[in-house]
């Protein structure tokens, strides 16, 4: 980004490839969303409960209930300025130095940095390209230790697109329950899938697990900038009294989260999916997958998983072929030389110099001639 920020300086023009923020690519919000923010404007001026007002805590219970997460009262939900900062809140209230989280490679990195920061951890189980991009189940259980305290999911995922299967997720059921672990379920792109995907979320499946699942209208209703998130406390309680008495102590000491987006929430959870037509055949979210997925497999040295959801790919790139070592050293290249900013594997805590990632937001003009570029680019490139 560094690079990037000074060339746009010197007045150049980059295509950036790696943000996850619609509005910039002419995504835009639901009416009925900026109705309800605006006409809420004036209740909207003082703080609200810690964990947010009453009418947006019983939209994402009934939201929860829909997808099968039964036995949530209200005060197992807590509003977020997106799921951002309930990442950090959450493992702040759990870790101790030395703590370990098992966490996906790849990963959105925020879920590492908020380990990290909070002294502990952070264990990359993989996911397997080879199986559309599940958790390894056998890698997981080899990663465990007297010290791991949690599993985290991203389901649907960030950076390759993949959804879990409900197979899948009892494996990871099982070894939480096996290990008494905590579950921590990043959903947020649960409202973007294609092809007739269907979306489980873990824990309608054990309801005698502790988990906390993510959610918000960010990416589904086109909202970035409204930081609006929020999670849900589910399953048994009665081991984790202490950490969540700490979750509530944190929450009331950032007073609230922003009240205007609270608002939106249960008007937005209520609307017909703004998105749905965007992501079947001959909608633009459909068409730019399409698109990107086929661009990636007919280059030379480039293959894709195709994603099943939210706004990414992952491809891979052949090292050997290019003589890549340094996989952040090939984005630097194709930024200087293309102009085309992307995020480098390692970028999501994948080892291997071998992938990268791509927003496939932009539309499909703008999308044809970047790949263009990436193509003609990969027909000279050695790294040095």
């Known amino acids: 980004m560094d690079a990037a920020d000074a060339m746009i300086a010197n007045g150049e023009k980059i295509l950036k490839l790696n943000i996850g923020n619609p509005a910039p690519f002419g995504f835009r919000t639901p009416d009925a969303v900026l109705d309800a923010m605006n006409k809420n404007l004036i209740n909207a001026e003082g703080y609200s409960d810690s964990k947010g007002i009453t009418e947006a805590r019983e939209a994402i219970i009934k939201y929860h209930a829909s997808k099968g997460i039964e036995g949530v009262g209200i005060n197992d939900i807590y509003t977020g300025n997106g799921v951002s900062e309930l990442i950090v809140m959450v493992m702040q209230g759990l870790l101790n130095n030395g703590d370990e989280v098992l966490v996906p490679a790849p990963d959105y990195p925020l879920w590492t940095a908020a380990v990290t920061l909070s002294g502990g951890n952070a264990v990359h189980y993989i996911c397997d390209e080879r199986s559309d991009w599940n958790p390894d189940i056998e890698d997981m259980r080899r990663k465990i230790s ?16 993949a959804v879990y299967s409900k197979e899948i997720l009892m494996q990871i059921a099982d070894l939480a329950r096996e290990n008494e672990l905590i579950i921590f ?22 309801p ?48 609230c989260s922003n009240v205007q987006a609270q608002y939106i929430i249960k008007p937005a959870l209520e609307i017909p999916h703004s998105a749905d037509p965007m992501l079947r055949p001959g909608g633009r979210v459909w068409e730019q997958r399409e698109h990107i997925w086929k661009a990636m497999n007919s280059i030379p040295g480039l293959s894709a998983v195709k994603p099943k959801a939210a706004f990414y790919i992952f491809p891979k790139i052949d090292p050997a072929k290019f003589n890549i070592r340094n996989d952040e050293q090939f984005v630097l290249d194709l930024l200087r030389d293309k102009k085309i900013l992307l995020v480098h594997g390692g970028g999501f805590h994948w080892e291997q110099p071998d992938h990268f990632r791509i927003v496939y937001l932009p539309c499909i003009e703008t999308l044809r001639e970047a790949t263009e570029k990436m193509a003609d680019f990969l027909t000279y490139y050695k790294q040095k």
């Open 146 to 161: 007297s010290k791991t305290k949690a599993i985290v999911l991203i389901n649907p995922n960030n950076p390759t697109g």
């Open 185 to 206: 379920s990043d959903e947020i792109y649960d409202r973007l899938l294609m092809d007739g995907t269907e979306h489980t979320s873990i824990a309608s499946l054990c």
């Open 208 to 255: 005698d697990l502790f988990c906390i699942t993510f959610n918000g209208l960010s990416k589904s209703h086109m909202v970035a900038g409204y930081r609006c998130g929020w999670m849900v406390l589910s399953g048994d309680k009665s081991k984790v009294k202490g950490y969540i008495e700490g979750l509530n102590m944190l929450s009331s000491m950032r007073l």
